[in-house]
């Protein structure tokens, strides 16, 4: 299932994770030659995909929301 993203925050190894507005967690990490994210990089690219949809693994598995450790 789409579901926007509405925030962000560091996990403990300081990689980025998607805050969706289901509940759930998703990294999104700039790791070239795998992943091209730049507007990971920087707070203003990280606030312009607000919103941005992302297809959530957990919602259509039926996970509950994830916690902040």
């Not at 070239?32 to 693994?57: A, D, H, Y």
Request: charged content about 25%.
């Amino acid at each position: 299932m789409q579901r926007p993203i509405t925030g962000y925050h560091l996990d403990e190894e300081k990689h980025w994770v998607a805050e969706l507005a289901c509940g759930h967690f998703q990294h999104v990490r700039h790791n070239p030659p795998w992943q091209e994210r730049f507007w990971v990089i920087t707070e203003m690219g990280r606030n312009s995909r607000l919103g941005f949809l992302l297809n959530c693994k957990k919602c259509d598995e039926g996970a509950p929301p994830d916690q902040i450790a």
